[in-house]
């Protein structure tokens, strides 16, 4: 038994409720259950409760053991004075107010439905991929959709949740900010972190002031990246280190240490060498990125911002020094589409949630209805398990319930965790 479902139980009233009475023997009649309190203090705030013949109006606290109220320190607690009843599994202990008056207590020992109490526990303690796999396809597709469009929503909030930290920081520069959210997704997850250290190592203003030359762009990134810090034999590297010597005095700059950048088990097109030469070629092909996203009418608009050419010394190299087989570096239409889910449409989002135009926040609902879906293990799971995604939605909901609910097993937060309890709370024995 844990708390968290004698929640569930008072929230829903998925209990035996008739012929209530308190420990003491007093009649109970629920007006209000209270509003359900995520926050610190009470767990049901503002409940009305009728106890004998008095009509209450305060807070309900909901506990497996009288006695936790000891064990959880809410006697010294003043926040705690003006609870009304106290909910329990187990009545064990009698429990005061600082004032020195008793607080009703309500059990709900023999009154949780039997089946509901066994099917929460089977949901609690499998091991399958998700818990409730073998209920899973007896839910409605229709019930399914409904709570796949909240988690998608809920999927976005936490996403322009960073970012909008990033923004106050910024002091609400919204181009700085995308440049720096967007080269954190061009690191990929192996190289996140010094990505995001790059971006930050330099200020944009100063890209700015060299958008007409792609080489001192270059120069800027790769030498703040501290990957120029090596002696070469190419041309190319040399001459980027060269400039960038020049550009490091004249801005007073410090590069990240080259000790940062991962290439261990990262396919050549994905070495952070290929990563920076592309995100400085697109800094210099567009100077406002954020504005252009923006102004984007379609996903294939969005496509053509990215395609970058490199300049030709990559085509037979993936770092410096080394020679491969010609070939040309693009950005993957795929890894475009990652950056739009995870970087442009979040910010599309925020964009139009901050500034009250909600036609950012329908173009960002859109981008994601128009894209194919992520391909990897977790989709391909939830695809055996019947479930047919078919756009970059549908992909974004099912990752948020696999992630922010059925790891953590979240049932009782769940819609489809609820429609299998509630099967199982028509009889008390």
Known sequence: MKEDFLHYIWRFQKFQ???MKTSSGEDIHIISIGQYNTHAGPDFLDARIKIGDTLWAGHVEIHINSSDWMLHGHQSDKDYDNVILHVVFDDDQKIFRSSGSQIAAFSLKNRIFPKMEAQYL??????YWIPCQHQFHKICQIKKNIWYDRLLIERLEEKIQTINSTLKMNNDDWEKTFFQTLAVNFGLKVNKLPFDLLAKSIDLNI?????????????????????????????????????????KQKYQLTPIKKESWKFLRLRPQNFPTIRIAQFSKLLFQESHLFSRMLSAKSIFEIENIFKIELPIYWNNHFIFDKSSIQRIKLLGKSTIHLIVINTIVPFLFLYGKSKGISEYQDKAIHLLETLKGESNSIIDNWTKLGENPKSAYDTQALLQLKNAYCNHKKCLNCSIGNAILQESSHVLS
Request: proline share 2%.
């Open 17 to 19: 409720t008739s012929n």
């Open 122 to 127: 089977k949901l609690l303690n499998n091991k």
């Open 207 to 247: 890209i700015a002031k060299h958008r007409d030359n792609e080489f001192q762009i270059a120069a800027l990134l790769f030498g703040q990246s501290g990957l120029l810090d090596s002696d070469f034999d190419d041309e190319y590297p040399n001459n980027l280190k060269k400039e960038y010597a020049f550009l």
